[in-house]
């Protein structure tokens, strides 16, 4: 499989700045985290959680802290994302409750199965739909039947006639308002098919499924953000 390099995205100065330039999707973010407390809430009170592409460790804190007795394993290719997940994790006293690894998930040892994996925004950066019904193959085959996927991405029809209009408020959102110039749209539509792979809905939920999931569920959308929740078959 391709794997992007994280180094090109996350190095140490974007990391030590990523949840800083992020704060702007907070509400967001909250509405989403909601529904994922939600949705696995019915999991055993001793679960033990994949987070895939932990990046910083703000959705793992966050399921640590709402759901205190589950134990977490997260996988992060970008060293300084971890590094700061790793202290992220101490200053909220859960080390004992989590095990992080730097790589991939073909570089992860083998561990007894999961009840429960998050992978959020991740998948979006494999810009091959072969690579990426790959990634979420190894993630079902490290869950145990019946086990959850959490999966968020940025999705659109990018030759629909309301992409424009809601590419142009998603721009709003991420500067604080304010106009937004052709300029800026165009440099945004092009990183969305060169940068990123964002696909339809319809065809992201297709590639999970063939990656030997349930049909998956649509549970969340705001403009770009989109999520899924789907059980391994």
Request: glycine share 6%; with cysteine; proline share 6%.
């Amino acid at each position: 499989m391709t794997k992007p390099d994280p180094a090109i995205f996350f190095n140490r100065e974007m990391a030590a700045t990523y949840d800083q330039r992020n704060t702007v999707f907070a509400p967001l973010r909250e509405a989403l985290n909601f529904l994922i407390h939600a949705i696995l809430a019915e999991l055993p009170s001793d679960a033990r959680i994949l987070c895939v592409g932990v990046g910083t460790g703000v959705e793992l804190i966050d399921l640590a802290q709402a759901f205190p007795q589950w134990q977490f394993t997260g996988i992060e290719p970008a060293a300084p994302m971890l590094d700061i997940c790793r202290q992220r994790i101490a200053e909220n006293g859960l080390t004992s409750r989590c095990t992080l690894h730097e790589g991939y998930l073909d570089s992860l040892p083998p561990v007894d199965s999961f009840d429960a994996a998050t992978c959020l925004f991740v998948s979006h950066f494999l810009m091959l739909s072969e690579d990426r019904r790959h990634f979420f193959e190894q993630i079902a085959v490290r869950l145990r039947p019946q086990g959850y996927l959490i999966n968020a991405d940025l999705a659109a029809d990018l030759a629909a006639s309301e992409y424009a209009d809601m590419l142009n408020v998603w721009l709003r959102v991420m500067q604080g308002g304010g106009d937004v110039s052709a300029e800026q749209i165009a440099k945004v539509r092009a990183a969305h098919s060169r940068d990123v792979a964002v696909l339809p809905p319809s065809a992201v939920a297709a590639i999970i499924a063939a990656g030997g999931f349930e049909p998956p569920v649509q549970f969340y959308q705001n403009l770009l953000m989109h999520a899924w929740y789907a059980r391994r078959q």
